[in-house]
Each structure stands twice: as C-alpha cells, then as structure tokens.
C-alpha cells in the first residue's frame, strides 16, 4: 500500500469518526445506540491505530533499504560511515537520530568487516568509536542497549587496553589492527552507525 493511499485512508476514517464523536458526546442518555456508537469508534479507533502503526513500520524498512543501499550489508545490519568527527555522546545522538546506534560488533567477524568497511570509507587513519562504555562502573563495558558484551577485541598485547581507568570511558576501533581501545568520551572521531535488519 503506497503511503499516500494510507494518509488518505486515515484521513477519510479521522473524518467519519469525527462527527460520531461529536454526536455521542452531546446525547445525554445512555441508550443502546450510544453504546453501539462507543464500539463503533473504538474499533474505528484502533484501525486507525494498527494503520498508523504499519505506516510507520514501512517508513521504517523503506528508511533502512536507502540506508543500507548507502553502507555495506553484513548479516543482520548494515553500517554507515560518517567521516564527520564528534565526541561519543554526539556521534551516538546522530546515529539515534537516523534510526542507528553506534557500531557495536558481535563477533570476530563481524569486527573484521567493519574495520575493512571503515578504513575504506573513512580512511586507513581514522581510529572510530565503537558503542560500548564503562561509564556506569569502572571496568563494566556495556553496549548502547545496557547489554553486557558478548564479544570483545581489545588490544591486549601491546598497550593492555582498556588501560584509561576513569578518564577514558568510551572505546574506538584502530584503523591499523581492528582492536580496540579505552579513550576519553570528549575526543572527537569519525564514526559508524549500524542498522539492524531483517
């Protein structure tokens, strides 16, 4: 169903409740034709709701196909860089803002794809955030969800990351290996927004 047609439908079920409305508020007696005018606009209430709702949910898909068809494809989600660089808290609203959260991988493979994807868009410089912090608890890394992480790739050899204690809360992702590591939620890096997809 096109979205005009669907703005039209409920257009045409707002104007035939409205005066149904109307008209059963000013009765004064509680007969059974108010009561089957009462259902009447509860049923017309709620199909307005379940359109309504739909609408959205293909706002939504059509959203994430033009998005997708922008980033790269990984099973489950897809990622969109932006080169722009923000601190964490920014760059996390601007992913919420297009219906994203920061990138989060869940698995080595995942965390592959995404270090390819971004040091070829970004740039093979550019460290970026990932969507994970510690910021409720020292030591506790979260994803954006409140979830604890299922998968983690910090860089452990060199640096021991995470290595900031309470100055570096959020984390990035080198450009250079794909670990990752502790940094101050203020620095400013580019970032990826993930979309999950069905």
Not at 13 to 42: F, H, M, R, Y
Not at 57 to 72: N, P, W
Not at 96 to 120: D, F, I
């Amino acid at each position: 169903m096109h979205f005009r047609n669907v703005r039209l439908l409920i257009i045409c079920l707002l104007c035939v409740t409205q005066p149904s409305l109307q008209e059963s508020s000013s009765k004064k007696t509680g007969g059974k034709k108010d009561g089957s005018n009462s259902a009447a606009i509860e049923e017309l209430k709620k199909q307005v709701a379940n359109i309504v709702q739909e609408l959205n949910l293909l706002k939504e898909k059509q959203a994430l196909q033009t998005v997708c068809l922008k980033g790269i494809k990984v099973p489950g989600k897809c990622f969109l860089a932006d080169a722009t660089k923000k601190n964490f808290h920014a760059a996390n609203d601007d992913c919420m803002t297009k219906g994203g959260v920061l990138s989060t991988p869940l698995s080595g493979a995942e965390n592959n794809k995404l270090h390819q994807y971004a040091g070829e868009t970004i740039g093979p410089e550019e460290h970026i955030w990932v969507g994970i912090n510690d910021m409720v608890t020292e030591g506790d890394w979260f994803d954006q969800s409140g979830s604890a992480l299922r998968f983690k790739n910090w860089e452990t050899e060199i640096t021991h990351q995470p290595d900031g204690g309470h100055s570096q809360n959020c984390a990035t992702l080198s450009p250079t290996t794909g670990r990752w590591f502790d940094e101050s939620c203020r620095a400013e890096r580019a970032f990826v927004c993930e979309f999950n997809i069905v």
